[in-house]
């Protein structure tokens, strides 16, 4: 039982035990390399596909043998059943076609050209040597980033009630309730389950009231223009015309809120993490956009994908087997229940990347990586629908910071990434000083 726990806490708290094989740290303190079949307490028996060229034949039958949706049964507490995150078949297909026709290309930029505001906005009480809490703060520059992408809102009200709700409901108290089954039903008033579903009508509240007050303010939804492109008005605009109910409305609304604002928020905060830990590249990124260098675009592209292929935010990708849909659950316990690649093991793979301890922008600069060398945003029909919007905010922000001259020095640089829900941060608290980059 003691073994049991510890297991269950270190999936939780200490995902490198899991993800990371070949770290240093792991193999520098004797530890084994971690299985490929983990068996997670009181939620699932996983199995890590890490090889690129069986990810390639896993690929193909992901809609037929494998099932995207049923994997995300775990996200069903907060996201609902009818989101493109936890939807599978036709009704998967026409939440992401609605989703992708809204966060297109166009409409990414012009979000995109707002996020300097937003810093600027959360900044201008804070200067050199000052503490700040970079997580924090990341998370409330990707919620205004969300709000106006999503919902097409910019008001600070909103913003708050928003960002306060979706703290409570996705940060290290969701650890407890995604990964283990016996809290996702509510049971009596004071259980974890009813907790999580207080949380969520919090949520719900505000979502079903945006939904009826844009209707209402809005009747007339026959021109599209970049203007109105938000995700909401785009899923009011079209419901007629499919004739999904409001649920579906806000279970995708509520969905892409939660995992852009928090998978972003730590996209950013590993960015900046490596931007205090990798010396080189910090100097080599100041010099090159002082000097107004043509290779600064090029390694600022660089530092970016290689921030997304240390620690990619999310740390698997799972599938049910459609076998499992039956409800019948294989009789030998180390049987899996869920089949993942895990772009972490791959992004550290040394067949792929030589050296894939060593943070090295440079390696993206040298050479091209496939689809299945390299997926911080997934692979296939459930590529991330994020995956425009949110590499152009990881280098709005970037630039924002090398254009002012300013880092964050974490209070720690070791690499020892922990689990806030689905994402991976750096810490727990990713407390930080702020410092000029020519001190």
């Known amino acids: 039982m003691r073994r049991t726990i510890f297991n269950y806490l270190a999936w939780l708290f200490f995902p490198s035990r899991f993800l990371f094989p070949n770290n240093t740290n792991r193999v520098s303190t004797g530890h084994p390399p971690a299985p490929p079949r983990i068996p997670i307490p009181w939620w699932e028996t996983l199995e890590l596909k890490t090889d690129p060229d069986e990810l390639k034949a896993f690929n193909r039958r992901v809609g037929k043998d494998y099932l995207g949706g049923a994997g995300n049964e775990f996200l069903v507490p907060l996201f609902g059943n009818q989101s493109a995150f936890t939807l599978d078949g036709s009704q998967h297909l026409l939440a992401r076609k609605l989703i992708s026709q809204s966060v ?18 959360e900044w201008q009480d804070i200067s050199v040597g000052d503490r700040v809490r970079a997580g924090r703060v990341m998370r409330r520059i990707t919620m205004r980033t969300m709000c106006l992408a999503i919902l097409g809102s910019t008001d600070e009200t909103l913003f708050e009630k928003l960002l306060s709700r979706f703290e409570a409901a996705t940060g290290y108290f969701a650890n407890l309730v995604s990964y283990n089954k016996t809290f996702w039903h509510s049971g009596s008033r004071l259980s974890v389950g009813a907790e999580v ?25 026959g021109k599209e223009d970049i203007s109105s492109n938000d995700l909401l008005s785009h899923l009011v605009r079209h419901q007629s015309e499919y004739g999904y109910s409001d649920e579906f409305i806000r279970d995708n609304l509520v969905s892409t809120l939660a995992a852009g604002y928090d998978t972003s928020g730590a996209a950013i905060t590993w960015m900046l993490f490596w931007l205090n830990k990798d010396d080189h590249s910090r100097q080599t990124l100041s010099a090159a956009y002082r000097t107004a260098s043509a290779d600064y675009a090029l390694y600022a592209e660089a530092f970016v994908s290689e921030t997304m292929r240390y620690c990619p935010p999310l740390e698997i990708m799972p599938r049910r087997p459609v076998a499992l849909q039956s409800g019948v659950k294989p009789s030998d316990s180390d049987e899996p229940t869920l089949v993942c690649p895990c772009p972490h093991r791959v992004h550290h793979n040394r067949t792929i990347y030589g050296d894939p301890e060593h943070f090295r922008p440079a390696r993206f600069m040298e050479q091209k990586f496939t689809s299945t060398q390299y997926f911080p945003f997934g692979l296939g029909s459930r590529l991330c629908l994020g995956i425009i919007l949110a590499p152009k905010v990881m280098r709005v922000v970037l630039d924002w910071f090398v254009d002012r001259e300013v880092y964050l020095q974490f209070h720690s640089k070791r690499f020892r990434p922990i689990r806030r829900n689905v994402s991976l941060w750096p810490s727990f608290s990713t407390k930080a000083k702020v410092a000029h980059m020519h001190q």
């Open 197 to 221: 579903k207080r949380r969520k009508d919090g949520i719900d509240a505000i979502i079903f009231n945006l939904i009826e007050s844009r209707r209402s303010e809005r009747p007339d939804f």
């Open 104 to 121: 297109n290309k166009p409409w990414s930029e012009h979000v995109a050209r707002q996020v300097p505001s937003f810093l600027d906005r």
